[in-house]
T-cell receptor, first 114, second 111 residues
């Protein structure tokens, strides 16, 4: 099986712009979660989508949004970019959730905001 | 607020040595996972533990979930340079959803 893919791998934007990141989960996986990773805050949960519905949400401002399509692919959007949004954005897919919710991470998109 | 603490923050050892890293919280979790992350890559899941007192082994790695499900440890026997990486623990209150990650232990194994 192909792993989780994320595009683009690297992105440079300026303050005030918006950005859309894409994640293709492992075939058959219905849950996609997004995380932000920074040196100062570590890995922080953004949100999770399951069968096209947002099931869980972390503590991030409304500038961060996402969606999931019927083929389970997911996109994450950040509007009005701030310097502090510079981070590695990771998505993780899992088959169905549950207590053994085994998450498989993609390589991430490195976003730099200038 | 960091709900999960990991110690030590950094660890540098020689090949062949043994080591233990820890993940602690004041909260009770329904499940806990350990990941290893290498530079430029996403974290890779090593193990999931759900039962208090549970011990799982993965080759030279031994994982233990505390009896009260508030803490966990990862023990590596005879460390190798390939074990180098950032070790992250992640825990869930609600059965596999809303995982919270610890800050990680950065391990360096020198040949």
């Amino acid at each position: 099986k192909a792993g989780v893919t994320q595009t683009p791998r690297y992105l440079i934007k300026t303050r005030g712009q918006q950005v859309t990141l894409s994640c293709s989960p492992i075939s058959g996986h219905r849950s996609v979660s997004w995380y932000q990773q920074t040196p100062g805050q570590g890995l922080q949960f953004l949100f999770e989508y399951f069968s096209e519905t947002q099931r869980n949400k972390g503590n991030f401002p409304g500038r961060f949004s996402g969606r999931q399509f019927s083929n389970s692919r997911s996109e994450m959007n950040v509007s009005t970019l701030e310097l502090g949004d510079s981070a590695l954005y990771l998505c993780a897919s899992s088959p169905y959730g549950g207590v053994y919710n085994e998450q498989f991470f993609g390589p991430g998109t490195r976003l730099t905001v200038l | 607020t960091q709900l999960l603490e990991q110690s030590p923050q950094f660890l540098s050892i020689q090949e062949g040595e043994n080591l233990t890293v820890y993940c602690n919280s004041s909260s009770v979790f329904s499940s806990l996972q350990w990941y290893r992350q290498e530079p430029g890559e996403g974290p890779v899941l090593l193990v999931t533990v759900v039962t208090g007192g549970e011990v799982k082994k993965l080759k030279r790695l031994t994982f233990q979930f505390g009896d009260a499900r508030k803490d966990s440890s990862l023990h590596i026997t005879a460390a190798q340079p390939g074990d180098t990486g950032l070790y992250l623990c992640a825990a869930s209150h609600n059965y596999g959803q809303n995982f919270v990650f610890g800050p990680g232990t950065r391990l360096s194994v020198l040949p």
